[in-house]
């Protein structure tokens, strides 16, 4: 099966334990296990799915059993598996088969994907994905009339890469009945011309207006795109992903856990309107296990930097790029939460059932508001260990900036993402916040648990391209060759741990991920460069050899 991503792999070879536990020996490799007890080894015994001895050739040869497999690593580097603290992973497998427009960069080569897209979809059929960016063709947003002129006939909505927005074409909006008399919902914005008819552009809520009348995805549609999403996960290294997902998301997880398919481990965090079933599924089921987590939750604060919609204390910088007159005026951006009340019951109630919260905060209003609400929680619930996440932190107030060592709140960020904001997020805010965006050397020099993922399908799922972007903070207009707001750079070592160790600790699994040692599970990469010693510009040519999860064998050909 080949892979279609920046670099095409074919998987050769997946090899599972039997029943009684084979025993595995890995030697002759340059292992960084993220042990701070036992960093650097050169051999790994694996019996079953567990990790039995790291350390040298020798001591490995002198225990391992005479029937034991041997696999010879060749000198290559090995790391523990790579853990994605962000991702939309079905829904990711779901657009590896539909268009997809991240590389866009002009309305024809827009409209060109579209139209392809429609000759190949049955009659009807809703055409959905999308990933475009506008500021990729200067800025100024796309309109219905884009997808019209090429694909009038089916309701369509392609959604912009951060999922704040989306453009709808008229057959939506009409099936939608969203006209010039349509008001903005809470939390969300319908876009406007000039004489008030909808342009086609949805914001935040808004674009629930279109996509709640999207019909389902079969059963047998989920499953397979799970299959594809676990298989490009795998062909990078990634073992273990953190899903923001639904609850129809969880179902589909346990068919492919029933039936001995799940080839990936998962820590779900569903959408918080579910707060009610996951307290009785937990209830009913526990937390979960060793592959599949279900004791989570997902809120949502704000929208996005690049919508404009991300809650800000200060207003943004004028947008020249709509063509509302209305989106022209001063904007903090908005909370896209419709009830506080009731979110901060919810958040108090599953809170005291144990279950971990993952709240989406992006303004730097928007984490402050939820780092005092935790901070509430906290002093009414009582003391423990919850390990509360803000999804992105992706602005933050001087002051916030210290409080998620002190109060130990996780950041979970995803450094890819500068990348791309890097290159226009000075037409939103100013230099003064700009200077506290994607803080990672800072937090870490806190003692924050600093996470690191991709947010896939807003960003690329390769995790070489997060080391990359964390490491050289390079920007895609390439005017930052020194890194973008550079003291916040951080070493390639430390990437690698937000990646692993800290990650595993960020869903409660480190105690059995994470790390390369003795009684966690095989979880482990080998990769084609040693990623200490490379150039940082080197990092994204680097290539998964092979990927372990559980003591199955995943192999890949370059």
Not at 383 to 399: F, G, K, V, Y
Not at 452 to 475: E, H
């Amino acid at each position: 099966m080949k892979f279609k991503n920046i670099f095409p792999m074919i998987v050769l070879l997946c090899s599972c334990s039997s029943i009684d536990p084979v025993e595995k020996l890995y030697l002759n490799g340059s292992i960084w296990t993220g042990d701070e007890d036992n960093p650097r080894a050169s051999a790994i015994i694996v019996r079953g799915e567990k990790i039995v001895f790291v350390g040298s050739d020798t001591q490995a040869l002198s225990m391992v059993n005479e029937n034991a497999e041997q696999i010879d690593l060749q000198g290559k580097f090995v790391t523990p598996g790579l853990i994605d603290n962000h991702v939309h992973f079905i829904t990711g497998g779901m657009q590896l088969s539909q268009v997809n427009l991240y590389d866009v960069s002009s309305k024809e080569e827009f409209q060109k994907r579209v139209l392809e897209t429609d000759n190949l979809l049955p009659k009807g059929k809703w055409m959905v994905g999308g990933n475009w960016d506008h500021e990729k063709w200067g800025g100024n947003y796309p309109d219905r009339s884009w997808i019209d002129e090429v694909a009038m006939d089916r309701p369509v909505l392609l959604d912009r890469l951060d999922g704040h927005m989306a453009l709808a074409n008229g057959k939506a909006l009409l099936l939608a009945n969203i006209t010039e008399r349509t008001n903005d919902p809470d939390g969300g914005i319908v876009q406007k011309d000039g004489s008030g008819y909808p342009t086609g552009i949805l914001k935040d809520n808004a674009i629930g207006l279109c996509s709640n009348l999207i019909p389902d995805d079969s059963k047998e549609e989920l499953d397979q795109a799970l299959e594809r999403a676990m298989d490009q996960a795998l062909s990078m290294g990634i073992t273990q992903v953190h899903d923001m997902g639904s609850w129809e998301d969880l179902e589909t997880y346990q068919r492919c856990l029933d039936n001995g398919d799940l080839k990936i481990r998962v820590k779900l965090f569903t959408w918080y309107s579910n707060w009610r079933d996951i307290l009785s599924y937990v209830k009913e089921n526990g937390p979960g296990g060793d592959w599949l987590k279900w004791d989570g939750i997902k809120g949502m604060m704000d929208g996005s930097l690049g919508s404009r919609t991300a809650w800000m204390n200060m207003p943004y910088l004028p947008d020249h790029g709509g063509s509302s007159s209305k989106e022209a005026l001063p904007t903090v951006g908005i909370l896209t939460i419709e009830d506080t009340s009731s979110f901060k019951t919810l958040l108090r109630e599953t809170d005291k059932a144990k279950i971990q919260h993952a709240v989406h905060a992006i303004g730097d209003k928007a984490n402050d508001w939820i780092l005092d609400e935790f901070a509430k929680i906290r002093s009414e619930n009582g003391e423990r260990d919850r390990r509360s996440r803000i999804e992105h932190a992706q602005h933050l107030s001087p002051t916030a900036i210290d409080r998620f060592s002190k109060e130990n709140i996780i950041p979970s960020m995803q450094p890819y993402h500068l990348f791309d904001d890097g290159s226009w997020a000075h037409k939103r805010i100013e230099r003064d916040l700009l200077s506290r965006t994607y803080v990672f050397r800072s937090l870490l020099d806190r003692g924050a648990n600093l996470t690191f993922g991709s947010d896939w399908t807003v960003a690329p799922l390769d995790p070489m391209t997060g080391i990359y972007a964390a490491v050289t903070r390079r920007t895609r207009d390439d005017r930052n060759s020194d890194g973008w707001f550079p003291k916040e750079k951080i070493s390639t070592e430390e990437a690698l741990r937000c990646y692993t160790t800290n990650n595993a600790y960020a869903a409660f699994w480190d105690s059995t991920t994470g790390s390369i040692s003795v009684g966690k599970n095989a979880d482990f990469v080998v990769h084609s460069h040693d990623l200490l010693t490379i150039s940082p510009e080197q990092i994204i040519k680097s290539k998964v050899l092979r990927t372990v999860v559980g003591g199955r064998d995943h192999l890949f050909e370059l």
